[in-house]
């Protein structure tokens, strides 16, 4: 399967159903009243987090997704159907951003579950309306339109330890030998194009999530060679095993190469926990392989441990993985102890004025807020009844009050929410 981490998608809700203008005529009722029935709202879409999923590639060549929109209301106060919601699986450790690059949610764990469009609210049929000054309304709202969006999905994959290195510094081997992964081996450059995941039991009590990053070259955050496409997927990984081939003739030069790219990243990734360990070394001599050895531990920082392995003859890749799992258990503890309370209580601000606000433009005047647009949204501009609710809705909300205030006029156009009346 072709691996996909980064896709747009168009995400279209469904729009609510129509309220339906109806009267009783049924035999032997007499003046039968409103009975016109509500729309039905439409379906949500949903992401879902699967750890069935590790690709986006489904997006690839269906880059939309929609749900059903609400059925209309019938006669006899009948509601309208409700459209189905579309629940759409994705991987974990998917962030969903809009077209401004806000984070819409963020999914970190299997069956996570987010509404990213909202389906429309169906109209009310006119049976909804009768009151005792209004015994036979004549109008019926029209049904919300659902949420439309343009949304970024970016797979950021979840593991415990990130390998990193240069091509063919030994990282997918080392996987194959200490995990269930089965990643490409070969004896040149670049033969990891994707990145890898792998369990690796630590012992018979723990198992750690490795990542095999594929190979980085100068340059690759700012887009070289396979670029910064796969660095993301170090971001959530709780520490860093930088593997530096020992058969090299500049292992510091290896090594700084990669911190280099690691820092540069539009995160400092050398923030992270490292440990750093000279790979393949049963193919060097023990008096090369101790000055190699002598040279990186010379430039690592005091605090990142420095092993010599070899996975293919596995040597010291046991006191390897000790150090790793208590370097992955002490980020945890500290991730857990530096999370925020969320036990506080909220504040609450009450909208004022600025909920709604009149402009003039032109010859018009127009209303703009959320909430009496969506009421404007689902009026029937045709129908005389159906206006004259839009109106006393505005009275209520004083929005009438300012029109008088900036100077309207006896058949001055108000437009409001794509629609538009006379004074």
Excluded: C
């Excluded at 080392?174 to 039991?201: H, K, Q, W």
């Amino acid at each position: 399967m072709q691996f996909i981490d980064h896709v747009t998608v168009m995400v279209k809700a469904g729009d609510g159903g129509n309220g339906r203008v109806s009267f009783r005529h049924e035999k032997y009722v007499d003046k039968g009243g409103p009975d016109g029935g509500d729309g039905g709202n439409g379906g949500n879409v949903i992401f879902v987090a699967s750890r069935n999923q590790n690709t986006l590639v489904k997006f690839r060549y269906h880059r939309e997704v929609a749900a059903d929109a609400g059925g209309d209301g019938d006669k006899v106060r009948r509601h309208g159907r409700n459209g189905k919601d579309v629940r759409v699986m994705v991987p974990v450790g998917t962030v969903v951003t809009d077209q401004a690059g806000s984070v819409v949610v963020d999914l970190t764990e299997d069956g996570q579950e987010a509404v990213v469009a909202r389906g429309g609210r169906g109209g009310f049929g006119n049976a909804h309306f009768i009151s005792s000054t209004r015994q036979a309304p004549k109008f019926a709202e029209k049904g919300e339109s659902g949420e439309a969006v343009e949304l970024t999905l970016e797979l950021k994959l979840i593991a415990d330890v990130g390998l990193v290195g240069l091509p063919n510094a030994g990282k997918s081997t080392l996987l194959s030998v200490v995990s269930n992964a089965r990643p490409e081996i070969a004896d040149y450059p670049f033969t990891t194009l994707t990145p890898n995941l792998g369990v690796v039991d630590v012992d018979h009590e723990s198992s750690l999530l490795f990542a095999d990053i594929p190979g980085l070259i100068e340059g690759a955050a700012a887009g070289k060679g396979l670029g910064d496409e796969f660095l993301r997927h170090v971001e959530r990984t709780a520490m860093l095993l930088h593997l530096v081939d020992a058969t090299s003739d500049a292992v510091v030069t290896d090594y700084q190469t990669i911190q280099k790219e690691l820092e540069t990243y539009r995160l400092n990734l050398t923030t992270k926990r490292q440990i750093v360990a000279l790979s393949k070394t049963d193919l060097v001599s023990p008096e090369v392989l101790e000055q190699k050895r002598a040279q990186l531990q010379a430039v690592l920082p005091a605090d990142v441990q420095l092993f010599t392995i070899s996975s293919q003859a596995h040597t010291n890749m046991q006191p390897l993985l000790y150090a790793v799992r208590a370097a992955v258990d002490a980020e945890r503890k500290r991730q857990i102890a530096e999370q925020p309370e969320t036990d506080s209580i909220p504040v609450l601000r009450l909208q004022g004025q600025s909920a709604w606000r009149v402009s003039r433009e032109g010859g018009m005047f127009v209303v703009t807020g959320s909430k009496i647009e969506r009421f404007a949204a689902r009026t029937d501009f045709d129908n005389d009844e159906g206006i004259r609710r839009l109106r006393d809705i505005m009275r209520k909300m004083g929005i009438m009050h300012e029109l008088v205030k900036q100077g309207v006029q006896l058949d001055d156009t108000i437009r409001i929410a794509g629609g538009s009346f006379n004074y």
